[in-house]
């Protein structure tokens, strides 16, 4: 959804009308209002993978969907479509087999959705060159970087400190899971919180399942450790100055750490979510090939974490090194390039018109 976004925002004042097309039930629907983009729904449903019972039911949706679809491209009538993936995408492809469009791969890897969704796609923009080759039709390809948030950008180190009241005596720590939080990285940290805090300062973004849990635990700190520790739900604006204050980061590896870590220049130690798709164990692995990165199986969090964060912080070449790598993967434009490839389609789309 945010990389999604963040291209609109490149291309916005180019464009005369935008329909934003999501899942029914989806979590985009209250942010994309928010926006003020027009958006609608369609049913859509998985079925690679989906178990015997449940088959039926998702093949339904999806032939709902491709119908509901038909609906929208004759009403909207799009010269057209930018996909960023999932299932959700499949019916539209369908429906929209005749209008041009762009395809955004965020992973380094193309889940099988990507994949089909290839087919149909005019052009493919690519995070990263590693991913070129997943796909058949190179004439089709483009890597451009991740697009990132046109609000999240880098702030001077001095300046994010002050804004989440942080010391410049001691490192910091970001910890995060995504948008949900992760529990593993959150109850292996409550495991070594004491001993952390007594050499770093920390910013732990919980996720909301968590907090209550965690806001718990903090009551059992040392009064004194408590300055070090800053423990969030979730943030917003605040991002920003979340990564630009950090020395390292601990999260997930989900698409957008392929873009908001270079963005930033801050190295990590990454822990793939172990219970989906292999997605996230191959960006990790890709970042750690660049040297910009150290991956922590899931599995290894209560063992090794805090073993980790302490060969790091008591080798500062070591962390530079890791940072350095980082910056050097940073592909700035990402989002203005894909809207170029969305431009040039529509452009061939209206001249087509014009000529029939």
Known sequence: MYPALAILQAIENRIE???????????????????????????????????????????????????????????????????????????????????????????????????????????????????????????????????????????????????????????????????????????????????????????????????????ENTKNLEIGLLPNYHVFPYLHEEMAAAFSSADLVVSRAGASTLGELPLFGTPAILVPYPYAWRYQKVNAQYLVDQGAAILLNDEELETELLNEIEKLLENPEKLMALKTAMKKLYQPGAAIKIGELIMTSSAQRNSERGMA
């Open 17 to 215: 009308q935008t329909l934003w097309v999501g899942g029914q039930g989806g979590m985009e629907f209250d942010l994309i209002s928010r926006l003020g983009i027009p958006f609608t729904a369609i049913p859509a449903a998985g079925v690679h993978g989906v178990g015997i019972s449940h088959l039926p039911a998702n093949l339904w949706k999806l032939f709902k969907g491709i119908s509901e679809s038909r609906k929208i491209i004759r009403k909207f009538n799009p010269d057209v479509i930018l996909y960023s993936g999932g299932y959700v995408a499949a019916p539209m492809a369908i429906a929209a087999r005749n209008v041009p469009s762009v395809l955004f791969v965020p992973d380094i890897e193309p889940g099988l959705a990507l994949k089909f969704l290839a087919r149909f796609a005019s052009k493919i923009a690519l995070t990263s060159q590693a991913s070129q080759m997943f796909f058949n039709n190179q004439s089709k390809l483009l890597v451009t970087g991740y697009p990132t948030r046109s609000d999240l950008k880098p702030i001077s180190k001095n300046e994010a400190l002050a804004k989440l009241n942080l010391s410049n005596h001691l490192p910091v720590i970001f910890f995060f899971g995504g948008s949900k939080g992760a529990r593993s990285i959150n109850r292996a940290l409550a495991k070594y919180l004491p001993d952390l805090l007594k050499k770093c300062q920390i910013i732990h973004i919980t996720g909301q399942l968590d907090w209550n849990e965690i806001k």
